[in-house]
């Protein structure tokens, strides 16, 4: 059973920055990994994908250019850095393991396979 983990979040100012790590416990090889977000009232969304080897990775429009994905599988971490952060990148951040699909385009989670981490809040203030 594959397990994650996040930490890394906090208080930060606009124009700071962060970094959040994911450990993930018992992932097959070749997993894809991601990070995901959460405002109040808001739907979830994928923020950063990346494949098994880090060839393959996903940004949406918001945070591309500031936001970097990032895996160092010997020791089973997944990590987001963040730069330039804004006020409405205030969420609850999750980190995802085992994804449904990952293309440069699009990044999903599957209903019965991905494990989530429990969050970490991101607050960005003004």
């Known amino acids: 059973q594959v397990q994650v983990e996040e930490s890394g979040g906090g208080l930060v100012q606009a124009g700071g920055s962060l970094r959040l790590s994911c450990t993930a416990s018992?992932?097959?090889?070749?997993?894809?990994m991601a990070w995901f977000r959460q405002a109040p009232g808001g739907e979830r969304e994928a923020v950063a994908c990346i494949d098994w080897h880090g060839y393959t990775t996903y940004y949406p429009n918001s945070v591309k250019g500031r936001f970097t994905v990032s895996r160092d599988n010997a020791k089973n971490t997944m990590y987001l850095q963040m730069n330039s952060l804004k006020p409405e990148d205030t969420a609850t951040y999750y980190c995802?393991?085992?994804?449904?699909?990952?293309?440069?385009?699009?990044?999903?989670?599957?209903?019965?396979?991905?494990?989530w981490g429990q969050g970490t809040q991101v607050t960005v203030s003004l």
């Open positions: 995802a393991a085992d994804l449904a699909i990952l293309t440069m385009f699009v990044c999903q989670a599957s209903q019965d396979r991905t494990a």
């Open positions: 018992g992932l097959p090889f070749g997993k894809a």
